[in-house]
């Protein structure tokens, strides 16, 4: 399984992005924050040692290689400088990604605890943003890139407290009605829940075109 390492000017906001994927995953993928740097008096900033530590303990954990996530500026010069440290057969194991923090994490997280693989986790996670996109386009007028593979996650609709998830590829289409009634809101964590175990049967389904209609 792929492990994540997320980087962070702020230790907080990278250990809260990991609580979020870590609620919809269950715990079932590697993680570590690597975020801030200590000086308690100057707590915000990246460290590349502790980006290096985080790196080799998550690599330890996870057989299938390590993405590491950033947020901006210096967290990138710290993740190329601590890939710079590791050891060559643990380098080889490790992808950078231009993923947003907080969505490319999701992404990768729910790919990752289905067992994809560190090439098409990092695509999921690079594409993450296309939901938030493509609901906002009547508004703003952009549109999502392209780019991925496979089985995409097209619909989520929600309806009298329950919902279908409809999957479909080039050549064919698939519609799933998870039994689930949801009390009161819809929840992401039963939605993702319901997302991931339906990808344990099809390995190649992605989380990125999830949205609401």
Known sequence: MVGLVIVSHSQKL???VLELAGQMTRGSVVMEAAGGIDDPDNPIGTDPMKVMAAIESVAAQAEDGVLVIMDLGSA????ET?????????KAKVRLCSAPIVEGTMAAAVQASVGAS???VSAEAGAALN???QQLAPITGEKRTAGGKGLRMK???AKRWNFHCRFATDSDCMRVRPPIWLP????????????????LFQPRAS?????WR
Not at 76 to 79: N, R, T, W
């Open 155 to 157: 619909s989520l609709r």
């Open 76 to 79: 990138l010069m710290s993740a």
């Open 118 to 120: 560190l090439e098409d």
């Open 131 to 133: 939901v938030k996109i």
């Open 14 to 16: 990278a250990e809260g």
């Open 82 to 90: 601590a890939l710079d440290f590791l050891e060559d057969d643990i």
């Open 184 to 199: 009161l809101r819809v929840d992401s964590r039963p939605v993702f829940s319901s997302a991931r175990a339906i990808m």
């Open 207 to 211: 989380t990125r075109w999830l949205c």
